[in-house]
């Protein structure tokens, strides 16, 4: 009785797993891009670790990490392009992309590790860098009338 219970408990966690929300947004070339990210903090308690990688966010840790918390400050940070400018400590783990390339295109992961058996948040992003558009002004060509 105990193996089945077991067994039914391990196929439910294989089968659902952690629940992971997709969103996308959209920037342009040399601007900078925030990827939304928090979580809630009620105390000092709350605050966690929490990684940003490119690719889908995996089963455990980020893919391709481009930065890392503590909670309180950044640890690990892949490049000066790639920043946390939020509150960290408010649960604002919003990555912000400096400069912005189109080769910034792609799905970035948010991994916000609470504490316990599969319980992380999980965000993955789906960040589309296009080209500036460029517009001109169409020439005018102004006459004027003149009266005698």
């Given at each position: ?9 391990a ?6 797993g ?8 959209i ?5 900078d891009?925030?990827?939304p ?12 670790s ?12 980020c893919?391709?990490?481009i930065?890392?918390t ?33 080769a ?8 916000v ?19 500036a558009?460029?517009?001109t ?12």
């Amino acid at each position: 009785m105990l193996s089945y219970t077991c067994l039914n408990w391990a196929l439910l966690v294989l089968f659902t797993g952690p629940t992971v929300s997709e969103l996308a947004v959209i920037g342009e070339v040399g601007q900078d891009v925030t990827v939304p990210c928090h979580y809630n903090v009620q105390s000092s308690n709350d605050i966690t670790s929490m990684c940003w990688g490119r690719d889908r966010c995996p089963n455990s840790k980020c893919s391709q990490p481009i930065i890392w918390t503590d909670g309180w400050r950044v640890t690990e940070q892949h490049s000066s392009r790639y920043q946390l400018k939020g509150q960290l400590w408010r649960g604002d783990v919003s990555l912000t992309i400096l400069s912005a390339r189109e080769a910034d295109s792609g799905t970035y992961c948010c991994r916000v590790e609470i504490p316990g058996p599969f319980n992380d948040q999980l965000i993955n992003h789906k960040v589309v860098i296009k080209k500036a558009r460029i517009t001109t002004a169409s020439p005018h060509t102004y006459t004027s009338e003149q009266t005698s």
